[in-house]
């Protein structure tokens, strides 16, 4: 083995296989491995120009003579380490790698069981801390690294993993994209460590009790990015850097969004909006979802639906509303784009098998949104159509994509096969609308796009958890996966207030429900009011199919009065009480824009030193708000009341009653229908 410094990166070389180490942000280091004789050119996530400030690199000798070793005939070897700020990794003289603090306090350290080692782990398993495996008959590898497993480690982030597990100890994560699952492989460990798995590969995550392994199934290269820091917000702070920070959020997303599924008409979405106007109730985006359109990849309102979007929007904008509009990838093989986006190669194609994709509604194909010509040509069709008749929000749905079946090997893209950048597809997805907005003079942009991957931020990436279901149990998963979308990087999330599948309207459990998620949607970094209330209303008899288009219907209403006159009095309270707020909201978005913090996060990200903040039933139950603010949500049905755990370090005014507590206790919160506990953080 050898061990050499090349400028300013430290080198690693055991026969094919070359680890480069260098310093990639403050406080940070990036590795790669490659068999190759050229690395992979793909930045992936870390492809936002940062500072990479002169590593101190040393290597030296160790004695090694030892009666049984059998690496070399020599009784030297070579050891190193290269610090960049209160980060060092030494390398071995097997070339294992540990990763240490400022303090010289280990945070992580690669997990080898091989017989190499002298002083500890001296076991026969041929176990070993990365490994590239060729892919037979291929230029490609299977990828394995595996780290070490610390008893007192918790880690928070990854995405979005419908499970209820906040804290990822423990968890099993398919590395991938779907209806309902965003993988962004990012996350804070408690011993002071962020970490990007820089690697858009299907794959897998593993923080098991024994070990840490990840996996990608196809890729051409090993690429981390780690850094070290003396707090959460310093990590997030630090990752946010090197990935991209999200922009500054426009006035509208601090409002009151209203969706349903589906607003047919032109006249339904002006009646509505005029309702909301007429009961003086504040309403920022009103959303035209699905369907809407002539055909799926035509990217146009349907005339017979919508026969003058202009005067629409004009309305609308009279209001103080803006229109949100919804997007898909999928190209019907009948729409009037399909010939030239296939001929031109802006189609996803598939290695083998049919090349339809999905036959809801259409036999659609999606288009390759990782083909900077794709997103360019979807992006002028949606400006002719959407844009220059004034809409400026866009709902970038089945940004997965949501492949039937997810079958990722048949595919390819134009960035490569989808086995190896699959998780990279919602991205692109939204930098093609970003480009296209900033090319039309557009300073603020938003999308809310079903699906994200690292460094989705920097694009004005709204993201939602997906087709949830109306219980319980999916309300309280809803708060950890917002929480772990948080400390993975994204700051802008929701969900649909609600769920999204099923809840009847006339029905008072789920009515129950949907005040206790709007209560929680006021507090959640967008407040957006969504979802599929059965029955469906049925199609007028002969319109199923419209010049061969199949027609979707639409479901029951979902406004805020759809739900009895006492719900749309708790509601409106609560629509009034976030207007109060902007001004708060306003800065932490301004705080996430210019430092990457979380505008909702757990309370372990405020108070690191409290312990008890990781405790299970307290980091699954509350969170801060910004700085300033503790909600403790009422997860369950029939409770009017809440124990709240209130961290050390702070005095504390709850809300409703305007009586002060002291950090470390825990207190029981009146809870009626009507209110959330909320509590305001004091000084001491």
Known sequence: MQIYAQKNILVVQRGSDRLFIQSWGKNALRVRMTKEPVMDANDWALCESCPKPRAKISIWEK???????????????????????????????EGWLSFYNQDGDLLTAEYWRTRDRIDRYAVPLRVEGRELKPLVGTSDYKLT??????????IFGMGVYQDGCFDRKGSVMELAHRNSQTSVPFFVSTRGYGFLWNNPAVGSAVFAANKTEWTSLSCKKMDYWICAGDSPAQIEEQYSS??????????????????????????????????????????????????????????????????NPEAMIKELDSMG??????????????????????DRGYLVSADRGSGI?????????????????????????????????????????????????????????????????????????????????????????????????????????????????????????QLQTGLNMSMAGIPWWTTD????????????????LLVRWFEWGTFCPVMRLHGERPPYIPLEPGTEVVDGVPQWGSAQPNEIWSFGEENCRIMTKFIHLREKFR????????????????????????????????????????????????????????????????????????????TTFEGGSTVTAKAPLDVIPLFRRRTL
Not at 145 to 154: G, I, W
Not at 321 to 342: H, L, N, R, Y
């Open 321 to 342: 509303i803006k229109v949100c509009v919804s997007v898909w990838p999928t190209i019907d093989q009948k729409a009037s784009t399909f010939g030239e986006m296939a």
């Open 145 to 154: 690294a595996r780290f070490e497993a610390f008893d007192d480690e918790h």
């Open 242 to 307: 090197v990935t991209g920070r999200t922009p500054m959020m426009p006035e509208y997303g601090m409002g009151f969004w209203q969706c349903k599924l589906r607003y047919r008409t032109q006249e339904e979405v002006l009646s509505v909006a005029r309702e909301y106007k007429k009961r003086g109730v504040p309403l920022d985006v009103i959303v035209i979802d699905f369907f809407h359109w002539s055909r799926q990849g035509e990217f146009k309102f349907d005339k017979r639906c919508f026969p």
């Open 63 to 93: 004695d090694i003579t030892e009666p049984w070793y059998r690496g070399s005939d020599k009784s030297f070897a070579k050891e190193a380490s290269i610090t960049n700020g209160n980060i060092t990794c030494k390398v071995s003289f």
């Open 583 to 658: 001004p708060y909201i306003r800065t932490c978005m301004k705080e996430a824009s210019k430092k990457g913090h979380p505008v909702v996060r757990p309370l372990y990200y405020d108070f690191p030193s409290d312990s008890k903040t990781l405790e299970k039933e307290i980091m699954s139950s509350e969170y801060m708000f910004g700085p300033d603010f503790l909600v403790a949500p009422v997860m369950a049905p029939g409770l009017t009341e809440r124990t709240v755990y209130l961290p050390l370090g702070s005095l504390w005014q709850e809300e409703e009653t305007g």
């Open 497 to 512: 207030i609600g769920g999204f599948v099923g809840g009847d309207p006339e029905d008072e459990d789920f009515r129950e």
């Open 357 to 477: 994709h999905m036959d809801w509604l259409g036999n659609t194909v999606f288009f390759d949104a990782t083909n900077p010509s794709a997103q360019d040509f979807v992006w002028k069709e949606c400006k002719k159509n959407y844009y220059d008749k004034g809409v400026r929000i866009f709902w970038l749905d089945e940004a997965e994509p949501e492949y039937g079946p997810y079958d990722w090997d048949l595919y390819r893209y134009h960035a490569g096969p989808v086995l190896q950048c699959a998780n990279i597809y919602p991205l692109k997805y939204a930098e093609g609308f970003a480009r296209g907005l900033s090319a039309a003079g557009e300073k603020e942009k938003m999308s809310l796009v079903r699906s994200a991957w690292a460094g989705s931020q920097k694009f004005g990436v709204l993201t939602w958890t997906g087709d949830i279901h109306s219980d319980w149990r999916a309300f309280r998963e």
